[in-house]
Structures are given as C-alpha cells and as structure tokens.
C-alpha cells in the first residue's frame, strides 16, 4: 500500500482527520490533492514541517509558501 492509497483508505473511514502526505514523488497522480489536506515534499526540515502542521491544524486551505519565498 502507497502512502497516498493508505490516505484513501483513512479518508473513507474519517473524513474529517487531517491528512498531511510526505512525499519524495515530483508529482502526485490526479485528484490526489482531493484526499490530502497538505503534501510535503522530501526531503523537508522542521520548520516546514511545523508550518504544514500547524497549518492543516488550523483548518486553513491554503498552501504555505516554500522557505525563502518573498
């Protein structure tokens, strides 16, 4: 099971449990941003991820700028 099939099968059975999906992958198939509320790419640090969190904890949609970003 990939990361993004195991975040399907959450979402079917909570669909309201944040769902953040780590990824080394450049691109995620079609209609996978619809399952998660955010995606990091690898490698990431800790602020990056704290922001995702803190982010997706909040309940806001929009994405984070990436670090450095003006």
Do not use: C, I
């Not at 195991?6 to 079609?30: D, F, I, K, M, N």
Request: overall charge positive.
């Amino acid at each position: 099971m990939t990361g993004l099939q195991l975040a399907q099968a959450v979402r079917a059975r909570r669909p309201r449990l944040p769902l953040v999906l780590a990824t080394g992958y450049a691109e995620l198939p079609e209609g996978a941003e619809a399952t998660v509320d955010a995606r990091l790419a690898k490698p990431f640090g800790q602020d990056e991820l704290m922001r995702v969190l803190s982010r997706v904890a909040r309940g806001t949609e929009q994405e984070a700028p990436p670090p450095g970003a003006a």
